[in-house]
């Protein structure tokens, strides 16, 4: 068997799963535990989830990678049973996985397309620590449910190309909307080191900020994060807050007509967008036409796919 009786990937147009342990994409850390994860999994007796059949207790699997190999492995099911059975062989887990720092267990109970539910359990550890810049001095914290970018050694060089581009601005106050566990605010004010500079970061979710706030405490950085919507948070804010560089990191959908105009109407003088959906993020700059694009890159984010993450300077003109 193996482990081949798991499958470990996604859903095909079947909503049968397609097994991806040997899908040259992902890292060759994760590569190397899925096997050893397959083999848990079929050691615990918990069934995969049917999505057609809507029965089954194991959904998903998510594992994260750091760039010094260490990982954060969060299992989500349906019921009750898959948080009780996981606890009662975390010792075979850790043994299985020993590069984990932290492992919980996430409950979706709903038939629904989601990757994981609202209650999470964490099992072992707190969070992950993970160092994206070459000289080892910004460390960001990531707490289960927090969103990260899958290739960290590409992301290296995306928070590289914008907190360059910030250093070169010098602003006096930055907001990064969007901003997840703070990647870009915290290399961007780690870059400046300039104590008087206002740092802001915005973000929907709790876990992302709290780790946000974590990384600033630990590297000393005053950073300010606020858990709220982006588009909420620069409708209420008055002329006289707003910063002279402005970040925003949408998720696919793009930032939308409401923020596209505010950013239109606002005057800040510099904008960069950073965009996972290059459809979208056209999309978005017809909206501002007050803005110009100095300079942009594209990074490759996901290697032998069609999927790339581009980061744009824009500059208001006149």
């Known amino acids: 068997r193996a482990g081949r009786d798991i499958t470990l990937g996604i859903l095909g147009p079947d909503r049968r799963g397609v097994d991806l342990r040997e899908c040259a994409i992902q890292s060759p850390q994760i ?14 007796g918990l069934p995969p989830y049917d999505v057609p059949e809507r029965r089954g207790e194991l959904k998903f699997v998510h594992v994260t990678v750091s760039p010094e190999g260490e990982m954060m492995l969060r299992f989500v099911g349906r019921t009750q049973h898959t948080l009780d059975v996981l606890r009662s062989r975390l010792d075979r887990v850790r043994e299985a996985v020993p590069q984990a720092r932290v492992i919980t ?24 620590s993970m160092v994206m810049d070459p000289a080892g001095e910004v460390e960001l914290n990531l707490l289960p449910g927090s969103f990260f970018q899958t290739n960290t050694a590409v992301t290296t060089r995306l928070y590289d190309r914008v907190s360059s581009w910030v250093s070169a601005l010098r602003p006096r106050a930055l907001w990064d909307l969007y901003c997840g566990v703070g990647g870009f605010a915290l290399h961007c004010a780690h870059a400046l080191a300039d104590p008087s500079l206002s740092v802001v970061g915005v973000e929907v979710g709790a876990a992302a900020v709290r780790a946000a706030e974590r990384s600033a ?38 930032i939308g007509d409401a923020l596209a105009e505010w950013i239109q109407r606002s005057g800040v003088p510099h904008v960069i967008y950073s965009s996972c959906n290059p459809e979208t993020l056209a999309q978005d700059l017809a909206r501002m036409p007050a803005y110009r694009a100095m300079a942009a890159q594209a990074f490759d984010m996901f290697p032998h796919t069609s999927h790339l993450e581009v980061a744009v300077r824009l500059e208001r003109a006149g």
Do not use: M, Q
């Open 217 to 254: 405490a630990k590297a000393g950085v005053a950073a300010r994060f606020i858990a709220r919507d982006a588009t909420e948070f620069a409708l209420a804010a008055s002329p006289g807050d707003l910063p002279e560089a402005l970040i925003v990191n949408p998720p696919r959908r793009g």
């Open 105 to 128: 267990v996430n409950l979706l109970p709903e038939h629904r397309a989601a990757l994981e539910g609202e209650r999470e359990e964490v099992l072992f550890g707190e969070s992950l």
């Open 31 to 44: 590569a190397a535990v899925i096997p050893a994860i397959a083999r848990l999994i079929e050691s615990t």
